[in-house]
């Protein structure tokens, strides 16, 4: 049973940073693409940030320049490192899973930006 846990997620005042984690369990994780989602109230959950399984990023355009993904494959655990943050970036954040077609999301954890 593959399991996403994420953490680090809070309040932090606009300008600020925060660190989100998602470690992994039950899975090769090294294999996995792994990708980080934001649903804000009232809005679609959109893809934030991805990385493959090659280390491959890619970003939405909002958050480029400002918050990075990363993974340590020894620590089954991928990061997103948020600078700058703005009032726009309050969402739930989602950790996501996928290898070969297989899908598995975390619960989420608040990210609140005040102005």
């Known amino acids: 049973q593959v399991r996403l846990v994420e953490s680090g997620g809070g309040l932090v005042q606009a300008g600020g940073s925060l660190r989100l984690s998602c470690a992994a369990s039950g899975t090769i994780f090294s294999i996995n693409h792994m990708g980080w989602y934001r649903q804000a109230p009232g809005k679609q959950r959109e893809l934030v940030a991805s990385i493959t399984a090659g280390g491959n990023t890619n970003y939405t355009d909002s958050v480029k320049g400002r918050f990075t993904i990363s993974r340590d494959n020894a620590k089954n655990t991928v990061y997103l490192q948020m600078n700058s943050l703005k009032p726009e970036d309050t969402a739930v954040y989602y950790c996501?899973?996928?290898?070969?077609?297989?899908?598995?999301w975390g619960q989420g954890t608040q990210v609140t930006v005040s102005s």
């Open positions: 996501n899973s996928n290898a070969f077609g297989y899908y598995y």
